[in-house]
Structure formats: C-alpha cells, structure tokens
C-alpha cells in the first residue's frame, strides 16, 4: 500500500508533502517515514496517509467563471478615491 | 564494571551491526533497506560508546579495541557471530530475540553503581526502543510462518547465552518460552573469516590514519 | 495540447505532475531516463557496500552505511517517480537484471581497495550531483520535487569522499599511492560519464526540459570544479592533454566513447556478476515481498 508523508520541517510551521512510500501497514508505514523524512533529525513531526484517503482537487474545477473581485485585494483600487477624500478634509500635502 | 564486561557489550554491538550492514543494498525491499540500515549504525554506534568507556579503563582508544584484537580475544557471544546473511526469516529471529534479551541486560546495567555505565545505558535504551518496536513489528507479521518459527526454535538457546544466568528466566518471560541448555561459548568459526573481512584494510597499512 | 504546444509550454517553464496529459514520447523519455537512474542508484550501492564491511575505523563505517542508506533511499524515490508515471517498481527490477535497461558506466566498474572508495565518494559523486542539480529544473514536477533531497543528502557524501581521501594523501607513501592508483582507474570512466557531446537542439531531453544541461557543459563544469582539487594534493591526472584554455574550456584527450557504449549496453567488467547477484538476493527475498507486500512480489 502506498502512503503519503508530510513533514513539518520546525515547530509551528505548515505541513508540506515530502514524498510518498510503500508498506504491508500503517505501523511500518510509521516506521519508514521516519527513516525516510527523519533520520537527519530534519523534521520536527509527520503525517502519514494512505494515498487513497487523499483527494486531489485540481484546475479547472476550481477556477472562478463569474468574476468574483470583491473577495481579492486586487479588487480594490482606493488610490482615486482617497485623493479625492484628502483633497476635501484639506489634508492632502504637496507631492 | 570491569573492562572485560564493557568489552563485551561492546563486541556483541560491533558484530551485530556488522552483521545487520550486510543487508544494505539488498534487504527484501527498498523501504526496509534504510530502516534496518540505521538499525545497523546505531548498534555500531553503540559499540563505539561501549568501546570508548573500555578505553579509558584499558588506556586505549576505541578504533584499536574493534579491530586491533585477535579474532580469539573478543568477547561477543555466539547468537550475533552467525553469519544469516541470505536468510531474513533468521535475521529476523535474531533481532528479536537478541533486542528481547538486550532490552534485559541494558535494563539492568541502567541501575548500575557506575554513572558511566547507567548514563550510557540510559542513552542507549532510548535509541533501542526503535529497534524494540521494528524488531515486534516484524515477529508480528512472520510469527505464522513456518520458516521464521523454526528460526527462532534454532536461534532461542543462543539467545540464552547472550545473557547471565540470573537473567535468562526474564527472557523466558518476556517471550514466553521455556529454557533451554544456552549456547555461550563459540568455535569462533563464523568470527573468522568475519574478522579478516574487517580488518583487511586497516592490517593492510598498520598505524595508519584513515 | 498539441505536441508542439506541449513543448513550448515545458520549455517556458510549464511544470507537469503526475496526472497531467502529456505527449506519449515525453512520458516514455521520462521513463527511460528516470529508471535508468534509479537503476544508477540502486546498482551504485553493490560496489561500496563491500567497503562497509572493511572500514578501517568505526567512524568511517557509520559514514560510509549512512552514505550508501542514502543511495537506497535515493533509489526508492525515484522508482515511486517511475511507479506513478505507470512502470511498477518490480517491473524496473526485473528489466534491470534482464538487461533491458541502463545504469550508469561507473558503477559496472569494479572497486579494489580502499582509495576507490574515497575517489568514488569524492569524484564520482561530484560528477554525479553536476547532473542532479541540473534536474531540479525538470519539467516534471514529482522528479524535480525528489531532486532537491537528493541533492541536499549528497551534499554530505562529497564531504565524507573528501575527508576519506586528504587523511590518506597525509599519511604514508602507501596510502597516497592507493588514492593516485584508484584514480588513474576512474579517470576515464570519469570522463565518460557525461556522455559523449551532443547539441542541446538535438537532444528530445533537453527540449522537453527533462534535462537542463548539455552533456559537455556538465563535462566543464566537472573538471572545472574537481581538477585543480586533485593537483593541490600533488596528485596526477592520467591524461597529458588535461589542461585549461585561455578561454576558460579545459582541453583534455578525447574519451573513448566505444568503451562507453560497450560498458552501458551491458559488457562492463562487473556488469554480469553484479547483476546476477542482484538477482540473486531477488530470489532470495521474494518471499518476504510476497508475504508483507502482496500488491508488490
């Protein structure tokens, strides 16, 4: 069975994929992953799962159709806007 | 404890761990290659601390007592001396009973007098517990089969002389066999040519750095 | 994505992953060339291990089985690259003993004493990671990932070849001539390694991005880097031709590019014996495989 490890290189930090393995269980799949993603002492912890209960979502079921701005920071340009606003309190200064 | 018992210790970790290196590059797969390659270098390491305790007492250096002795005057006993190396279900069987029995031994050496000796057990026994858990790990998925039975029904009165007499009812114990005549002593045939494979290179240029 | 679309896609960066389509010819080059170098890995491992048992103190042993662990590791990597692009890893290993597929030149070369164990480390290595860190710019993305651990893993084994060899050039007579005996061996083995020059347009390897670097510029880079490392030791490099232009590019005598083609297509000095003891261990072990990996045996 093929098994997933991700490891988290130091506390606190995300969990990231480090690569995959094959064993008979989740016990020796344990056993491997630490070997394999830990011997260095270069993780500080690991997940470990069967390929089958990871889900891959991928392009272009995820892609927006309908634009959908509002949510990105990309879709606000204030710099007009606050101008203007400036200008009118008085508080706008030489530039 | 006295020299001849750290030397001891220390011979059972070296052989082991030489024998356990002649499984890297071909273990049954890939994955179990580099875990029981670390399995090999900790027991090394393991014999390098061992060794290093013995120097002080005998004013050597660890290097010299590994490989600079004569294959009679090592200490090690004759379960780690067999050479298994085309047959896992022994391999097996033999790091079974050999981490089952050294688990008892270091066990006991971590309550010694000597704070040298019960620090370097302590230390010891933490790295061991990974051996411990592999070495279950795979009695667990071979005890059904016939060919790894008969290997520990082969090695079990080998398994007895690696420990003191006092001891060998605790191993009894703790994998639930009945004791058997311990084979203690060795005709020193697989140590050999074991030995001469060893210390090829350092006898070949001797005194030299490497 | 039409083959040319595909092509234009990888060589303006487009990374590809495993599910991805791709061309039928990109995955087949990529499943040559990523096999025959978990191939490299794993027959790699038969001329050292020897050595691990022979180490002339404990430090070097536990140096020398943690640097061959890595190979193994490095091997496993790769075969689960090769795994999910659809070859499972038993498939390679019986190609591999039949003959069917490649492993790099040195490794059907023998090793005879201790000194090619640190020229191996040392030399051969540094040849070796040239070409890896190459490959951290594939295209295929599952490869490049394996690729940046296993240049960090190799990192350490040069250092260690390093060590092993300047401890014998300071010692006796004896020891330096083991080191300039090994390495009037691997020289030419060593000169091969980058395969004989091709023109990256000519290349499939280097248009789909699978391979960044020319075969000759790995070449430069080698000597470049590891020629001057082996003169301010005092040793000699066999070759009268060896030597630096006022351009920058090393001159040095043409490789023998027959011997090469020889070896990789299976009739090195070792070839044989080494394969059959792979096969041989196989055997040995199928068992185990059969009872505690029954997808795999």
């Given at each position: 069975m093929i098994y997933e490890v991700f490891r988290?290189?130091?506390?606190?930090q995300p969990f990231q994929h480090g690569g995959s393995l094959e064993a008979p269980n989740l016990v020796f799949a344990e056993a491997y992953a630490r070997e394999f993603?830990?011997?260095?002492?270069?993780?500080?912890a690991l997940w470990i799962v069967p390929r089958d209960a990871v889900r891959e979502v991928r392009e272009p079921y995820v892609?927006?159709?309908?634009?959908?701005?509002?949510?990105?920071?990309?879709?606000?340009?204030?710099k007009v806007k606050l101008k203007e606003a400036r200008e009118r309190a008085g508080t706008s200064e030489a530039r | 404890m006295n020299a001849q018992e750290l030397l001891r210790l220390a011979d059972d970790e070296l052989i082991l761990g030489w024998r356990n290196s002649?499984?890297?590059?071909?273990?049954?797969?890939l994955e179990e290659d580099v875990a029981f390659s670390s399995i090999a270098q900790t027991e090394i390491g393991h014999a390098r601390a061992w060794y290093e305790l013995a120097a002080k007492e005998l004013g050597s250096d660890a290097d010299s007592l590994a490989f600079?002795?004569?294959?009679?005057d090592y200490l090690c006993s004759p379960l780690v001396e067999l050479?298994?190396?085309?047959?896992w279900a022994r391999t097996i069987a033999r790091h079974w009973l050999y981490e089952s029995a050294d688990a008892i031994r270091i066990g006991a050496l971590k309550?010694?007098?000597d704070p040298d000796v019960a620090g370097l057990a302590e230390k010891i026994d933490r790295e061991e517990a990974y051996h411990r858990m592999h070495a279950a790990m795979w009695e667990e998925r071979l005890r059904g089969d016939a060919r790894f039975r008969e290997a520990v029904d082969e090695l079990w009165p080998f398994a007895l002389g690696v420990l003191s007499e006092a001891q060998r009812s605790l191993l009894c114990e703790a994998v639930d066999r009945d004791e058997v005549e311990?084979?203690?002593?060795?005709?020193?045939n697989d140590l050999r040519p074991l030995w001469e494979e060893m210390t090829m290179v350092r006898r070949s240029v001797p005194g030299a750095s490497w | 994505m039409s083959e040319a679309e595909f092509e234009a896609y990888v060589q303006s960066g487009g990374q590809v992953e495993a599910g991805d389509s791709m061309p039928e010819d990109y995955r087949k080059a990529l499943v040559k060339f990523i096999e025959m170098h978990g191939n490299s890995e794993l027959m790699g491992v038969l001329p050292e291990r020897e050595w691990i048992l022979r180490a002339p103190t404990l430090q070097r042993k536990l140096a020398l089985t943690s640097k061959v662990q890595d190979e193994v590791g490095h091997a496993q990597l790769i075969y689960r690259v090769v795994e999910d692009l659809g070859k499972p890893r038993e498939a390679c290993l019986d190609d591999l003993v039949a003959g069917k597929t490649k492993f790099h030149n040195v490794f059907h070369y023998p090793t005879k004493t201790w000194g090619d164990v640190g020229v191996i480390a040392w030399l051969v290595d540094a040849a070796a990671i040239i070409s890896q860190k190459a490959l951290l710019?594939?295209?295929?993305a599952p490869y490049a990932r394996i690729m940046k651990k296993i240049c960090w893993e190799e990192s350490f084994h040069i250092l260690h070849g390093r060590d092993v060899i300047l401890t014998m050039m300071n010692g006796t007579d004896e020891q330096r001539e083991l080191v300039q005996e090994a390495l009037n061996r691997w020289w030419g083995p060593l000169m091969q390694?980058?395969?004989?020059?091709?023109?990256a347009e000519d290349d499939p390897m280097y248009r789909w991005r699978i391979?960044?670097?020319?075969n000759e510029e790995a070449r430069q880079q080698f000597l470049d880097g590891y020629v001057p490392q082996i003169w301010e030791l005092g040793l000699t490099v066999?070759?009268?031709?060896?030597r630096k232009g006022k351009d920058g590019v090393w001159e040095y005598s043409e490789p023998d590019w027959e011997e090469l083609k020889w070896v990789v297509t299976g009739?090195?000095?070792?070839t044989e014996r080494r394969l059959g003891f792979r096969q041989a261990s196989r055997d040995e072990t199928a068992w185990v495989r059969r009872a505690v990996l029954p997808d795999a045996a």
């Open positions: 988290q290189e130091r506390e606190g993603y830990g011997r260095r002492d270069e993780s500080f892609a927006d159709v309908f634009d959908r701005d509002y949510r990105r920071v990309d879709g606000y340009s204030l | 002649e499984w890297t590059g071909i273990a049954p797969f600079d002795r004569e294959p009679e050479r298994l190396a085309d047959d309550a010694s007098d311990a084979i203690e002593q060795g005709e020193r | 710019k594939c295209s295929y390694f980058h395969g004989n020059p091709i023109p391979k960044s670097q020319a066999p070759d009268p031709k060896l009739h090195g000095p070792e």
